[in-house]
């Protein structure tokens, strides 16, 4: 399992992915979930996924290695965000088709969902979820979010708080709590965090960070997250349900 959470919003794009893959309680590990493409002054592309981890990682390298060939269409020369994710789209159809073809007759599920976003010069900021069958939506002013794997311990903050106008800080706040959530109800999430703040029109993959276990400023929202919970719940007034 996994939870993965990218917002589009009027000033920029947030993205935060946890790093902990679970094929069983003996076999945990580590793996990155956030990937960038980028190319200077021109495009930052974020992909970020969950699902099957082979398929998410030939997905990936296949991206990689194809961005090599100018004469083959790859995200870094593709014209617009929408050609990118349907790029990716064409790229996850690909993948699973070779790998469920090669198992017939097993019950491997090869599925995976992505995030796409990011900025090619000359449009805005542009946010897909990218499903296993290669369709794809795109967030929107009134949905300016989306979240993979693990989405239901972290959405309620996100519903209570963000909207397209929440700025970039105050939306990772909000994000990392979402996380924080998650983390606590579910063990397949885990730490590390990869985090990513993307200002509009600034082409720039600056704002980039890994959170660990002993990340000050993680420690201090969560603890003040939970106990300003705990601190509001206990001045709920008594229960009365009789009328």
């Known amino acids: 399992m996994t939870y993965c959470v990218a917002m589009r919003l009027s000033s920029g794009l947030v993205f935060v992915s946890d790093s902990r893959t679970n094929a069983g309680v003996d076999h945990i590990s580590t793996f990155r ?5 980028h190319q200077s002054d021109e495009r930052v592309l974020v992909i970020q996924s969950a699902g099957n981890l082979a398929t998410t990682q030939s997905i990936i390298s296949l991206l990689h290695r194809r961005c090599l060939d100018d ?6 020369n593709v014209k617009s965000m929408y050609d990118a994710a349907s ?16 198992n017939q007759g097993g019950n491997t599920d090869f599925s995976c969902n992505l995030l796409l976003g990011g900025q090619i010069k000359g449009e805005g900021l542009r946010l897909f979820h990218v ?3 290669g369709n794809f939506i795109e ?10 794997g693990e989405s239901k311990y972290g959405k309620p903050i996100i519903d209570r708080v963000l909207n397209f106008e929440t700025p970039l800080d105050q939306a990772m706040q909000c994000a990392l709590i979402s996380m924080d959530s998650t983390l606590r109800s579910n063990l397949s999430v885990g730490l590390p965090l990869d985090v990513m703040t993307y200002p509009t029109d600034s082409y720039s993959t600056a704002q980039q960070h890994r959170i660990t276990e002993s990340h000050p400023y993680f420690d201090m929202i969560r603890k003040g997250w939970g106990e300003g919970l705990l601190s509001i719940f206990s001045q709920l007034p008594p229960l009365k349900l009789e009328e």
């Open 71 to 76: 004469e083959r269409e790859n995200l870094l």
């Open 131 to 133: 499903y296993p069958q």
């Open 139 to 148: 967030a929107t002013h009134d949905t300016p979010y989306f979240q993979i």
């Open 33 to 37: 979930k956030l990937h960038v493409f």
């Open 87 to 102: 790029l990716l789209g064409e790229t996850v159809r690909e993948v699973i088709a070779r790998d469920s073809g090669a």
